[in-house]
């Protein structure tokens, strides 16, 4: 699955705080974690900056299909303008690294 960061960002404050007021509910039912993991998507942290009226979150998901299942009822809801950029993790840049390097001409001694 391929890794994504969302930089979600909220343009209305009273959509905000009806979106966290939904996101205490179901925080605390424990249904969040329940909506963070299915098959084909994995939510793996989300970090608020609530006074910025942003959030960001690292997901792996399977393709685009999950991220707007995830995803598309809180935009839908609450208006949150939200970018994806896939990402890599530490050991994938390594090993596209150490292929891209085998792949480059030596460099010359400057």
Do not use: N
């Amino acid at each position: 699955m391929q890794l994504f960061l969302c930089d979600a960002q909220f343009e209305d404050i009273d959509l905000q705080k009806a979106a966290y007021a939904q996101f205490i509910e179901l925080w605390e039912s424990g249904a969040m974690a329940k909506e963070d993991k299915f098959e084909g998507f994995e939510l793996l942290f989300r970090v608020h900056a609530p006074g910025e009226g942003r959030v960001v979150i690292l997901c792996r998901a399977e393709s685009d299909k999950q991220l707007f299942t995830h995803f598309a009822p809180w935009r839908a809801q609450f208006g949150i303008v939200m970018e994806f950029t896939p990402v890599m993790s530490c050991q994938d840049v390594v090993d596209a690294h150490k292929d891209l390097f085998a792949k480059l001409p030596p460099r010359s001694a400057v």
